[in-house]
């Protein structure tokens, strides 16, 4: 293995060891939901095998695990796909959003209020880890802060992941629960007869190659927020409003981004102590239980007031992480547009204003406040 050092680093071993093992399970499993007829089977296939797989095989989970520098393309190529789905005729629909747009950031706040309440007040949590375990998105951006903030950030990333997985899981069985099990099927038709890699020109996987990494380095030069997607999004975009490029969704990379986020996902769970968190993820569950009810009865009252679906309102409003939540769009059919665009206004709205939010409250790594009841204490 030494020798290799200077061409292949032992920590890129590893994590391609990692990603063979994950992608193994997670393809096996989404392979079985798909055959039984699981809605986005790959995506909840690779969840839950990874999940179960690396919790029941203890052994296994050293071995799981989706690199940063893996999933960072994957990122690159769903921001390219979601500025595919903009048009002109997203333009001329864009003010009638302007209704749900206010509701989704209206709802925002006040689940982050409460949110915050519930566990500053009942649970004794300090102000600042109260406030990043209660934002309803922007996890990536709450868990950074929180190692730099508090001195238990895996609570934060607990909470956040939490809320992921309900979605997760509660989404594609709103699908069967609400459309039946036609539409399932219909969705997962419709993912294995979109284009092949092999069918598109090779102009076209040029494109999608560098509308991804030159969106990034520009959006990187302007030092705009999390440029691995608003710039690819913001690129692709402009280049498709211009008629400059028209790209399909791909059937290949729609699963590799299926089995990549639900994988990655399902590798972090397994590795979750359930037994030392049980007091947090108790907290995590009633949190993510306020935040889902708040914004189910938002997405029925704008349901029913503009006459948009409920699973597509649903989508849009729901904080299930804006990649994980826009992937289900892609894959169910729904206008992605429309799911992007209120997605990216509130992880925007989180971005800027939670590290002021966070700094402002008070409470810090060192002197916390007394432990939420039911947890264990810190070291």
């Known amino acids: 293995m030494a020798a290799l050092n200077p061409v292949m680093p032992v920590w890129f071993l590893t994590d391609i060891r990692r990603l063979a093992v994950t992608f193994a399970v997670a393809l096996a499993s989404g392979w079985g939901f798909l055959q039984i007829g699981i809605p986005a089977p790959y995506l909840m296939g690779s969840l ?13 989970q050293p071995h799981l695990g ?9 990122v690159l190529g769903l921001g390219v796909l979601i500025g595919a789905t903009f048009n002109q005729s997203v333009l001329d629909q864009a003010e009638k959003w302007s209704l749900t747009l206010v509701t989704m950031v209206v709802t925002t706040i006040i689940v982050t209020s409460i949110g915050y309440q519930f566990l500053r007040r009942f649970r004794g949590y300090e102000p600042r880890l109260a406030i990043l375990c209660s934002v309803p998105g922007g996890q990536a951006e709450a868990i950074a802060m929180a190692r730099e903030m508090v001195d238990r950030d895996y609570v934060v990333a607990l909470f956040h992941l939490v809320r992921v997985v309900v979605v997760f899981v509660s989404t594609p069985l709103l699908l069967r629960l609400i459309e039946g099990q036609a539409a399932v099927d219909q969705s997962n038709i419709a993912l294995l007869t979109m284009p092949s890699i092999i069918d598109l020109p090779a102009t076209d996987i040029i494109t999608f190659i560098l509308l991804g990494v030159v969106g990034m380095l520009i959006a990187r030069r302007l030092r705009i927020p999390m440029p691995h997607l608003i710039g690819p999004v913001g690129l692709s975009t402009l280049c498709h409003l211009m008629g400059w490029a028209d790209l399909p969704r791909v059937n290949e990379f729609v699963i590799l981004a299926q089995l990549a986020i639900g994988g990655a996902v399902g590798a972090r769970l397994a590795k979750v102590p359930f037994g030392e968190l049980l007091g947090y993820l108790k907290d995590a569950c009633a949190s993510t239980a306020v935040i889902l009810t708040a914004y189910v009865l938002a997405t ?70 007394d432990e939420p009841s039911g947890t264990p204490p810190r070291d």
């Open 48 to 60: 839950f095998g990874v999940w179960i797989g690396g919790g029941l095989v203890k052994p296994l």
């Open 66 to 74: 989706v690199a940063r520098w893996f999933h960072k393309p994957v």
């Open 300 to 369: 029925v009252i704008i349901a029913k007031a503009t006459g948009i679906s409920f699973l597509a309102a649903w989508l849009a409003f729901v904080p299930g992480g804006l990649y994980e939540v826009t992937l289900l769009a892609l894959i169910f059919g729904f206008d992605v547009a429309f799911v992007a665009f209120h997605h990216t206004v509130r992880v925007m709205l989180i971005f800027l204003s939670l590290p002021a939010l966070a700094l402002r409250l008070g409470g810090n790594a060192d002197e916390p406040d």
